[in-house]
């Protein structure tokens, strides 16, 4: 299968024809350079007949660059026009029929896809960036792995380890599903319209077992959210709504857990909070 990538001419040529002005409020930056999808793609690793899952494809720039492996596309697309638009643009362009299948929803209330995708592979809007990959995280256990594109800042967070300035509930609860890393740096100027942030890749691979049941899972996020809320206090008197209504008993809480009472969140790691809501 030959498949040929959109230019920055046709990109705008598409958006001209479909009456789409990217918008701020979808965070929609469009990918007019072949070589950065590529770039991501290869980051990817994405293998011929591997089903991958993109949110938010747009007018099709990274999901070409994922059909021309070989691999088949389910591609999430909250905007109606674009997600009209994408097969007959997939078709002009060399892809197979029944290569893609285009999901017309809002990415954070998805909760079936079709084909069981195991890679991820996205351009994330800004704006929902941490939720949508969570959700995809949570929802889909049959994605083993995956690369996205997100701002530099949210990036550096999710591939943060305990003690970093950066880290926070975002690295966190990245955490409970697997290992995240940053896997390549993109120029601001391969995007239409230009942001005014820059931009990361983040590649992750999810653990081999779940690391706890979803009873535990819901238990220690609403942990980390305690302890990150008020990340200046140290754990006793941050987590004392959520463990007992009192330092005294949020100490008593975390001493069965091993924890240091006078710690502050940034410190743990995903297991100590996980043995924090055990601990519970």
Not at 101 to 114: K, N, Q, W
Request: glycine residues 8%; negative net charge; charged residues 25%.
């Amino acid at each position: 299968m030959t498949v040929s990538l959109l230019g920055a001419a046709e990109i705008r040529r598409l958006a001209a024809e479909l009456d789409v002005t990217p918008t701020k409020k979808l965070g929609q930056n469009f990918v007019v350079d072949a070589n950065t999808v590529r770039k991501i793609v290869t980051a990817a690793r994405v293998q011929p007949d591997e089903r991958v899952v993109e949110i938010g494809p747009g007018l099709g720039s990274l999901t070409l660059a994922i059909l021309e492996t070989g691999a088949s596309v389910t591609a999430v697309e909250i905007d109606h026009r674009l997600a009209a638009r994408l097969p007959e643009t997939a078709r002009e362009r060399g892809v197979l029929e029944g290569a893609l299948t285009v999901v017309d929803a809002d990415a954070l209330r998805v909760t079936e896809l079709p084909g069981d995708p195991t890679v991820l592979v996205a351009n994330l809007p800004y704006n929902v960036s941490v939720p949508v990959l969570l959700h995809f995280l949570e929802t889909f256990d049959t994605i083993r792995r995956g690369v996205v594109m997100v701002q530099a800042e949210v990036a550096e967070r999710l591939a943060a380890g305990p003690g970093s300035k950066v880290y926070g509930s975002p690295s966190v609860k990245a955490a409970w599903y697997g290992s995240f890393a940053l896997a390549g740096t993109v120029s601001r100027q391969v995007f239409w319209p230009v942001p005014n942030v820059d931009s990361l890749l983040v590649g992750f691979h999810r653990d081999e077992q779940p690391r706890g049941t979803e009873e535990e899972r819901r238990a220690t996020f609403e942990i980390i959210d305690a302890a990150f809320g008020q990340r200046r206090k140290m754990l006793r008197q941050a987590l004392s709504n959520v463990l007992g209504g009192s330092a005294a008993a949020a100490s008593e809480v975390l001493e069965r857990a091993g924890v240091d009472p006078t710690a502050r969140g940034e410190a743990l790691t995903v297991e100590d909070y996980l043995r924090i809501a055990r601990a519970r």
